[in-house]
């Protein structure tokens, strides 16, 4: 399999461990998207990067909205600023399996067609043994594989067993002792007698993010695929510009996985968490009347959001508790309506008045405007006009 991910020779290993080192790479992520004209909120990025720290539990994050809002530019200098690998694929209408994703056995030519993807995967493989190609500081760094146009296909048929695996990754332990429950195995043919299967692990230094345009050429995510993904909503664009070319700027500078595992955390400040858990409880006890709750899945995933969200931030633990509400319990609400259910109108108002107890003025708005139509359409939040 040949290589796909190649430094530059004068590629650096980038020191960024612990809290400084983070504020600092977020730092040069918002210098590079001003010098690169694209501006996004800074809430937007903060969302992002806090959904790729939860990957353990919520290995996907979604970029969903309207076409032409700068969705797929967001992960593209968000990595070259990080210093992390960037795959890009796009994803293809006629994709209807994981062959689609990792490559098939060609039995006419007797050799495996290997995409990208899989390419790249081997490369990244930490517990795959090294051979004398390998580059160290490859597998060493980050990869964030970008899934652009993700619903052209339903992401069920060609990513719910990738999406099954990533969920187990946990299981595979350091040494690789318990490796195959979470790899991914490669049809490479007929073996021969003694021979293992090929297998791919996809680790922890592997992220996932997508892009998902919504319109009527598209296929609406699963509860399933929601479940476990973080869904960031581009609302349409407060002024029209005219258009940037993309820039591809290679990093001088890449980061180490060991350094990304310095940024992780488990747990809240104990001053936080019987306000998440009594947060939580309200919000399920009013989801149930609408046969709407939320499993431990999802009370996991918020928790861990909220425990990484960056600290030094004013205001953190309101900000997390916000894109929470909107990642997570907002989506379970679409299709509501007040005129035929009928505790729709009880369970928006508690909902809303739980949203306004956090103080985040433009999801206060956007929530109460979308209560006021006929049935409950979420479309994300427009923060461009808020005062920063």
Known sequence: MAPLLILNKKSQALSASGQDGE????????????????????RMLLAFHTSLKTADISPLVVLAGISGTGKSQLP?????????????????????????????YNYMEHRYKATEL???LRQMDLLRGQTENDDARVRGGMLLVLLDEMNLARVEYYFSELLSKLEMRHVAGPQGGSRHPASIEIDVGSLVEG?????????????????????????ALSDKVI??????RFGKPADLKRDKPPRHQPPEHYIQHTDWQTWLTDDLPTDRKEDFKKTCENLNVTLARIHRPFGQRVYQAMYRYVANYPRWVPDWYQCAMADQFEQKIIPRLRGLSRDTDEKAGEVLDEIGQLIADLHDTALTGAFNEVCERPVFQWMGVNREHEHE
């Open 118 to 120: 899989a390419r790249a």
């Open 227 to 232: 479940d476990r993904a973080n869904v960031l």
């Open 23 to 42: 504020k600092l790479r977020l730092k040069a992520c918002t210098k590079h998207f001003e010098d690169s004209k694209y501006h996004f909120h800074p």
């Open 195 to 219: 021979d293992e299967p090929e297998h791919l692990l996809v680790g922890y230094n592997v992220l996932f993010a997508g892009t998902m345009n919504e319109d009527e050429t598209t296929q």
């Open 76 to 104: 593209r200098l968000y990595a070259e600023a990080m210093g992390m690998h960037l795959l890009n694929v796009a994803v293809q209408p006629r994709w209807d399996s994981p062959q689609d994703l990792f490559g098939f």
